[in-house]
DNA sequence: AAGGCGGGGCG
DNA sequence: CGCCCAGCCTT
């Protein structure tokens, strides 16, 4: 192994004492909290990917009573687990979570495995949720490198690599294979990302009331509002769709699963056509032409835009009353108001789905 | 190494 | 508006 280790010169006993009696003293109450039940850790780290935990929280207390077990997890309809998820973005993150489960079932006697190598090999663990449930759950000394703590280690230890580079995370990981407590992997690790959580946030961060202050090399020459360093810009692209609500005289409607990859997997919407596929004054013989239905009327409903991290969508809704419905796929039903309640779909939809309700 | 993959909240 | 959030997977 070559000694290409940055100098980690801070006093490290006095940094791990400084910063776990801090999270000791001052963490947030959260459910994931109460016991270390390493299937409810797990389940909180899949969760808290790319999410807040505000917003994790309600999905975390709703999901472990519909499945608060591995086993129940294992079990559950692939559907309903779905619409567990509804709304917290990301899905292909429960799914691979279901199947992780189930290996863990089929493979490790239902017990989640404490090797390093057998958990990290399971579907949807990376390496921080790797090292983030191994040290949580079962007090391991590895690293749970996230965004949380490259920004709190730049700072400290003045890393200025670009953390939007894959090969970046490696440097953090061997900063905190130096610094960890081995007495306490546990509290260290949620230390650090609790104070990027709290005190040592991407903007105006609260150094004044920092419990590592004096350990910090960006602080002491003043440039913690520089740190990270993070190049990558997101460009968005712009989609435009009719969202085609077909309704019959019992006020049911044609609802479809997109495909099994890629964007909103397995979800369920409103059949939808890119504008540039038709235009609007042939929507009537395009809907006769692809669903075999014939619409009586149209009507436009509220348009809704939504955002995703790389693509916009402009939805123009249009609402067409029809005399008889029926499905031209397999991957198509016929529901009404209360059946479509049970179906997972993304929140662009949910909005649509809304203003039918009134 | 780079891009796909959600949704919400903030300045 | 752009940026960030307890990232992972595919190409």
């Given amino acids: 192994m070559k000694n290409n280790q940055l100098p980690v010169t801070i006093n490290i006993?006095?940094?791990?004492?400084d910063l776990i009696t801090w999270f000791e003293q001052e963490q947030r109450d959260l459910p994931w909290r109460e016991n270390q039940d390493p299937y409810r850790v797990w389940v909180s780290e899949i969760m808290l990917q790319q999410t807040k935990v505000e917003t994790v929280i309600p999905y975390f207390h709703r999901f472990i009573q519909s499945f608060p077990?591995?086993?129940a997890l294992a079990e559950a309809d692939e559907q309903q687990v779905l619409k567990a998820w509804e709304g917290l973005g990301y899905y292909s993150r429960v799914r691979n979570l279901q199947a992780a489960v189930r290996e863990v079932v089929a493979d490790y006697n239902a017990k989640v495995p404490e090797d390093a190598e057998q958990f990290g090999n399971l579907k949807g663990v990376g390496p921080y949720t790797q090292g983030a449930v191994l040290s949580i759950a079962y007090g391991k000394a590895e690293p749970a490198v996230d965004g949380n703590v490259m920004r709190v280690l730049s700072r400290i230890l003045l890393i200025q690599e670009d953390i939007a580079k894959a090969k970046t995370r490696k440097i953090f990981e061997q900063a905190v294979r130096q610094l960890i407590s081995h007495e306490n992997p546990s509290a260290f690790n949620q230390g650090l990302m609790e104070l990027g959580a709290l005190i040592c946030t991407p903007r105006n961060p609260s150094c004044l009331l920092c419990p590592v202050q004096v350990h910090c090399k960006a602080y002491s020459e003043g440039i913690q509002h520089s740190l990270p360093v993070k190049t990558k810009k997101t460009k968005q692209k712009d989609e435009a769709y009719y969202v085609l609500v077909m309704e019959d005289k019992d006020g049911k409607y044609i609802l479809e699963q997109r495909p099994n990859e890629g964007l909103l997997a397995q979800m369920w919407q409103f059949p939808m056509v890119a504008t540039k596929e038709v235009s609007e004054n042939l929507l009537e013989p395009y809907i006769m032409e692809r669903y075999q239905i014939n619409c009586q009327s149209i009507d436009q409903l509220q348009p809704v835009k939504h955002i995703f991290?790389?693509?916009k969508w402009d939805l123009n809704v249009i609402k067409c009353r029809c005399d008889k419905l029926r499905v031209s796929g397999p991957a198509q039903q016929i529901l009404s108001l209360d059946e479509i309640e049970s179906y997972p779909?993304?929140?662009?939809?949910?909005?649509i789905y809304k203003q039918l309700l009134q």
């Fill in 13 to 17: 006993p006095q940094f791990r004492h």
């Fill in 69 to 71: 077990t591995l086993e």
């Fill in 309 to 311: 991290s790389h693509i």
């Fill in 345 to 351: 779909l993304p929140v662009s939809h949910q909005k």
